[in-house]
């Protein structure tokens, strides 16, 4: 099972934070480092110093490391036109080697939307769903050739489709637990299927919904990757897992129910059971993020024992 580091910048990080987080990512041996897109923190924080934008943060990172993975869990399809989108990821994807991905949701915050004058429609899935098209249309499209789209919310003409990432393919994520409409889009653009703070029942659920989809769609159910997305509070004893849990202002209770929470074998023991459902990569919410003793103690207690 793969572990990658999962950030939530919106709720107090500025780059040169982001950019320890990820460089400990990096030298302890994780598989990847993700961010979230937001410009609006949420809950009792004061977010200060500020929003970072997630793929400017991203071409940072692109040049300050060399192995991860690096990406976004989600950008919203309300923040960005298509092409400009797929013009920017392809570009961040050349700046780092080819190590970028895309994960790509409806967009849901209508608050940030409010505080920074981004339009919020009603009608956002389909505007995911052709923005899904687009960008993976132009990323495919050979050079020398045009790309067209006509669709409800997004057309193209005649589009150059450059430039190209590094990557044959920039593997694209979709996440979520809607029933019906997200397991089919999963199933026709998505290489990694991932489910946000969801329980081990809720995602042997939705995981057995996208292969059922995936098989409808005359596609391989295993040809996607399932992962989970989780808060992490791990310590080395009772007093150690309480410390970081008041750190983040979350009980320890509800964190052993509803993430990855306690000592290192008790969060082997859950990781384990996800691992039962077919989920074979975690992204570890980091939420204290000058905690880089955190990181220390996973990949030294808890990565040895995945393999």
């Not at 990658?4 to 480092?33: C, S």
């Not at 899904?132 to 249309?137: D, M, Q, S, Y």
């Not at 996208?210 to 005359?218: F, L, N, P, Q, S």
Request: hydrophobic share 40%; proline share 5%; glycine share 10%.
């Amino acid at each position: 099972m793969d572990l990658r580091i999962f950030t939530e910048p919106q709720q107090g990080a500025d780059y040169q934070t982001l950019l320890r987080v990820a460089k400990a990512t990096e030298d302890l041996g994780y598989d990847g480092f993700f961010r979230s897109d937001h410009y609006l923190r949420m809950g009792e924080v004061d977010g200060l110093p500020g929003p970072t934008d997630a793929w400017i943060t991203l071409a940072g990172l692109a040049r300050e490391t060399s192995r991860i993975r690096l990406g976004t869990l989600m950008t919203a399809a309300t923040f960005r036109l298509p092409g400009v989108l797929a013009i920017q990821v392809a570009q961040v994807d050349q700046m780092s080697g080819g190590r970028i991905e895309l994960g790509l949701g409806a967009g849901w915050y209508e608050a940030e939307h409010r505080a920074y004058g981004i339009p919020f429609p009603a009608a956002r899935i389909g505007r995911l769903e052709e923005q899904l098209a687009i960008v993976t249309g132009l990323w495919r499209t050979e050079p020398g050739k045009t790309f067209d789209f006509e669709g409800r919310y997004y057309q193209l003409k005649d589009s150059p489709a450059l430039p190209k990432p590094a990557q044959e393919r920039i593997p694209v994520l979709i996440g979520g637990m809607g029933a019906e409409r997200t397991p089919r889009l999963a199933a026709r653009f998505a290489d990694e299927f991932n489910l946000p703070f969801a329980s081990v029942a809720d995602t042997a659920a939705q995981i057995t919904r996208v292969r059922e989809a995936a098989a409808a769609h005359g596609r391989a159910p295993d040809s996607l990757i399932y992962s989970n997305a989780l808060v992490a509070c791990v310590g080395r004893d009772d007093a150690e897992v309480s410390r970081r849990a008041a750190a983040i202002g979350r009980d320890v209770a509800e964190l052993k129910e509803n993430g990855l929470a306690g000592t290192p074998a008790e969060v082997v023991d859950k990781l384990g059971r996800y691992a039962e459902t077919g989920s074979t990569r975690i992204y570890l919410q980091i939420l204290d993020l000058d905690d880089l003793e955190h990181l220390v103690l996973v990949a030294d207690q808890v990565m040895p024992q995945l393999s």
